[in-house]
């Protein structure tokens, strides 16, 4: 192998580990975000949102599902009813 097909096969090489590394820090802000959403909800709603259980969603999923307090079909799977 050449010097010039080397080089090229390095530059590769590290295009493609800084795409992954890129990839998984993006997906650790979205879940990041997604948890501070779900702190938010808990302190809006209360005893009638389940934090844990929204938490775990985030990480489950990857943040691909962010709550939205103010939208209660993004919120629903995590309320309850106090009895």
Sequence with gaps: ???VSRKI???AAALVLIAIVGYAVA??????LCI???AQCKKMLGAYFEGPLC???CVKFKGKMIPDCENI???AP???KLE
Excluded: H
């Design 55 to 57: 938490a775990d969603a």
């Design 9 to 11: 096969a390095l530059l």
């Design 73 to 75: 079909d993004s919120v």
């Design 78 to 80: 995590f309320l309850n």
């Design 1 to 3: 192998m050449n010097t």
């Design 36 to 38: 501070r959403n779900c």
């Design 27 to 32: 997906d650790m802000a979205d879940v990041g």
